[in-house]
Nanobody
Framework: VQLQASGGGLVQAGGSLRLSCKAS????????MGWYRQAPGKQRELVAR???????DYAESVKGRFTISRDNVKRTVYLQMNSLKPEDTAVYYC????????WGRGTQVTVSS
């Protein structure tokens, strides 16, 4: 299983970024995919996840600002992040649970104030 995340970067507060995670080595369409993040000195936390049927759930801190989506043909899950805040600064990881968690390498998101 490989999860290749991209799309991070440096953005000013109020700006937007879209993260992408391309998956290989798994039956993508049947699996729940998730985005997590880890800020310096903090535990990794769930940001959003999407089931095979398209149901989503979000951390309270990102509701109304972030949107997770998936394209099963492209085997890719996206995280559209709008109205970014400095507290969104973290390394963002793509995740799938297949008996155990699999993680992508992570992509850095930095939001300046």
């Amino acid at each position: 299983v490989q999860l290749q995340a991209s799309g991070g970067g440096l953005v000013q507060a109020g700006g937007s970024l879209r993260l992408s995670c391309k998956a290989s080595g798994l039956n993508f369409s049947i699996n729940t995919m998730g985005w997590y993040r880890q800020a310096p000195g903090k535990q990794r936390e769930l940001v959003a996840r999407i089931t095979s049927g398209g149901s989503t759930d979000y951390a309270e801190s990102v509701k109304g600002r972030f949107t997770i989506s998936r394209d099963n043909v492209k085997r890719t899950v996206y995280l559209q992040m709008n109205s970014l805040k400095p507290e969104d600064t973290a390394v963002y990881y793509c995740n799938v649970q297949l008996g155990r968690p699999f993680w992508g390498r992570g992509t850095q998101v930095t939001v300046s104030s």
